[in-house]
């Protein structure tokens, strides 16, 4: 088998954080998320995990990232409940195994990442199934979204976890603009930090020799609700507003607004109608092509 990481550098190779943190939490009597996959990949593997030591994740970051992953696992149980024989797209997926852990036997799933990341996902996960395609692209890059449309039943619910934060804000935008022109109607889940944690995290990031930053943070999701015409918030989560039992130390964050919203989960809907404005994708200028930190 491959090492996880062995041929990933910059942010490709955060995905190892996740992958790793799940498999530690999969073995816990009381784990908040199984992922046996995961579990596998980490004791198979004989990849270097130090740098995420150097990290410092504590008890609250590791408890937060599974929590995060268990919220888009939910996100995409309800879309599917809503929108039978629907679409989701993973932008980002790493090693995850989501589609095994939320397929509801009907819906067609696309897993999106780059191409030396779908390459070693096939190498130690696996190809593609009947209802599981692996698009192996940067996200800036219309081709992927030409299968998606073309394969398109009905509403698409978009899943970018651990990804936009690697993108300015311009570039954000254009990927937003995009999915509202091509997919009208259809729902994107993300998660981002705050830029205070955008620049913390950075000092965190330094300390690994990882080759990646992040470049957004976001204030007030309300805000992109002005990106475009139709753009709209349905709901927002927040870790540390979670009655989570494993998070009681950290409760007293709650009664303290600026900590407590520094990272959270944002689901919207794109437009209700078809449009025929066209946005571009434009390609980042800093050499990331796409990202899935915290995968």
């Known amino acids: 088998m491959s090492e996880p990481g062995r041929t990933l550098t910059g942010v490709a190779e955060t995905l190892l ?10 073995q816990r ?14 004791e198979r593997s004989n990849a270097d995990f130090a740098f ?3 990290l410092r994740l504590d008890e609250g970051d590791r408890i937060t990232l599974i929590l995060r992953s268990r ?9 599917m409940a809503q929108h039978p024989r629907a679409a989701v797209v993973h932008i980002g997926c790493g090693l995850d195994a989501r589609f095994e ?8 799933w696309y897993d999106l990442d780059l191409p030396e990341v779908i390459a ?8 593609e199934g009947p ?4 698009l192996a692209s940067s996200v800036f890059d219309q081709g992927w979204i030409d299968v998606v449309a073309a394969e398109q039943r009905g509403p698409v619910l978009f899943l970018a976890e651990g990804v936009l934060m690697y993108f300015d804000e311009a570039h954000v935008r254009s990927i937003l603009l995009t999915l509202l022109d091509r997919f009208p109607g259809s729902e994107l889940a993300f998660d981002a930090f705050s830029p205070f944690l955008v620049r913390m995290n ?3 990031i330094r300390r690994t020799g990882i080759g990646a930053s992040y470049q957004w943070g976001l204030k007030r999701a309300k805000d992109i609700e002005a990106w475009g015409p139709g753009i709209r918030l349905l709901d927002e989560w927040f870790p540390f507003s979670s009655p989570e039992p494993r998070l009681r130390r950290y409760r007293w964050v709650r009664w303290m607004p600026f900590l407590a919203r520094v990272i959270g989960i944002f689901h919207f809907r794109l437009g209700e109608a078809a449009s025929r404005a066209r946005f571009p994708l434009a390609p980042p200028d800093n050499g990331v092509q796409t990202a899935g930190a915290g995968r």
């Open 131 to 134: 209802r599981h395609h692996l």
């Open 71 to 79: 919220e888009f696992d939910r996100h995409a149980r309800r879309f």
């Open 101 to 108: 852990r939320v397929d509801d036997g009907q819906v067609e």
């Open 29 to 42: 009597p009381d784990a908040l998320l199984r992922d046996e996959r995961a579990v596998a990949l980490v």
């Open 202 to 204: 950075n000092r965190r």
């Open 52 to 54: 995420i030591d150097a």
């Open 17 to 26: 954080i996740p992958l790793y943190v799940r498999a530690i939490e999969s």
């Open 120 to 127: 070693l996902r096939q190498e130690v996960v696996g190809g």
